[in-house]
């Protein structure tokens, strides 16, 4: 069955680097996001990528991040510069559309900014 | 700010019982609905979508949706040990993002 992908399964960096964040969604979806949770608390809204434009974000998607679809497999979020805030889990997904559509999970990057 | 509220729990319920969760909504204009399920250090997977008012089942699962109230609720039937997790109510919140509930931790005791 096709699944999201994603990689490092765990990255550890020190604050004030840039990070990037791997992911490939499943082959014949058109709509990919980034959604993070910190440790005990809710999965939250990144980002949607449509068509290789940004289609919606949040309020936590600021000038720090950035997403690209830099082939025709790989999904990728850069942090430019990290806080030790940005310490949490990211999670890819992926779905054939947007709005009602079911949306399906990767595996999650741990990322731990020291 | 669209809310999603799901009872945290934890929940506790004994091997073949009934297991209800329940999530309730803030956006009278949502029509998507979303559970997943969450084992601890893993990521949400899908369990079921359901998008009109009643029920919806798959396997020992049944969602239930009454949108009048808005109100999801999963019941899990003939519980097992393995589906001891924390479920997550997700509810689409305009154009493509889903907006999480902080989840209901579920422990079924064999």
């Known amino acids: 069955e096709p699944e999201v992908t994603q990689t490092p399964s765990h990255q550890v960096t020190q604050m004030g680097q840039e990070v990037i964040l791997r992911c490939v969604p499943i082959?014949?979806?058109?709509?990919f996001y980034w959604y993070r949770q910190i440790l005990g608390q809710k999965v939250e809204f990144l980002v949607s990528?449509?068509?290789?434009?940004?289609?919606?974000k949040s309020e936590i998607f600021d000038d720090q991040f950035s997403v690209e679809r830099p082939d025709g497999s790989n999904f990728t979020l850069k942090i430019r510069s990290t806080k030790l805030e940005d310490s949490a889990m990211y999670f890819c997904?992926?779905?054939?559309?947007?709005?009602?559509?079911?949306?399906?999970f990767g595996p999650g990057t741990r990322l731990t900014v020291t | 700010q669209k809310e999603v509220e799901q009872n945290s729990g934890p929940l506790s319920v004994p091997e073949g019982a009934i297991a209800s969760l329940n999530c309730t909504y803030s956006?009278?204009?949502?029509?998507?609905f979303f559970w997943y399920r969450q084992y601890s250090g893993k990521s949400p997977e899908l369990i079921m979508s359901?998008?009109?008012?009643g029920d919806k089942e798959d396997g020992r699962f049944t969602a239930q949706l009454n949108k009048a109230s808005q109100y999801v609720s999963l019941l899990i039937r003939d519980s097992q040990p393995s589906d001891s997790a924390t479920y997550l109510c997700?509810?689409?919140?305009?154009?493509?993002?889903?907006?999480f509930g902080k989840g209901t931790k579920l422990t079924v005791n064999p």
């Open positions: 997904a992926s779905s054939e559309g947007g709005g009602a559509y079911e949306q399906y």
């Open positions: 082959s014949n979806h058109l709509y």
């Open positions: 990528f449509y068509n290789n434009e940004i289609s919606e």
């Open positions: 956006d009278r204009g949502s029509q998507s």
């Open positions: 359901i998008y009109s008012n």
């Open positions: 997700a509810v689409e919140g305009g154009s493509e993002k889903l907006v």
